[in-house]
């Protein structure tokens, strides 16, 4: 009985010691892992495609890129080549969590179909009406989501 007291009492310190190493997802990705051992952004889609030429385009395990912990995958070898010259410009706002859930402090998927590219900026949004909703006010939301996104960034998205 005093063993399995200690073997607790010391799962529970290991528990409570190892919770501030856990990250809080500040980039949204689909669940499981690529073939190059990190979680997918942008449910698969290029974001050069889709910040280049507004297209919501898939794209192939052959051309994946591991930026940041994160898999990306493009759609050919040169939006692969366009991106890892330049990553930051590509990666999507807000960790790539839907803009206007950010904008009212909410972290909601980011799905690609519904995507805005706004001065050099991609955004995502969470279905159609949500991106009808950011139509409305364009500015206000991205204005809103900038000014929130550093204040939610480390915060789980369960907690908001």
């Known amino acids: 009985m005093k063993l399995h007291l200690i073997t607790l009492a010391l799962l529970g310190a290991a528990a409570f010691t190892a919770a501030p190493a856990l990250a809080v997802e500040e980039l949204n990705v689909a669940p499981g892992i690529s073939a190059a051992g990190a979680p997918v952004a942008l449910h698969g889609s290029d974001p050069v495609a889709l910040l280049d030429h507004g297209k919501n385009v ?4 052959p051309f ?28 999507p706002q807000n960790g790539g969590f839907c803009t206007f859930g950010v904008s009212v402090n909410k972290k909601f998927d980011g799905d690609p179909r519904y995507h805005a590219a706004v001065d050099g900026k991609l955004y995502v949004f969470l279905n159609e009406e949500i991106y009808q909703m950011y139509l409305k006010d364009k500015a206000g939301t991205i204005s809103k989501a900038a000014a929130n996104w550093p204040v939610i960034m480390h915060t789980a998205a369960a907690a908001l």
Do not use: E, I, M
Not at 58 to 61: C, E, F, K, L, S
Not at 64 to 91: E, R
């Open 58 to 61: 898939a794209g192939v395990a």
């Open 64 to 91: 994946t890129v591991v930026y940041d912990k994160v898999s990306f995958y493009f759609s050919s070898k040169a939006n692969l080549d366009t991106f890892k010259a330049s990553p930051a410009k590509y990666l």
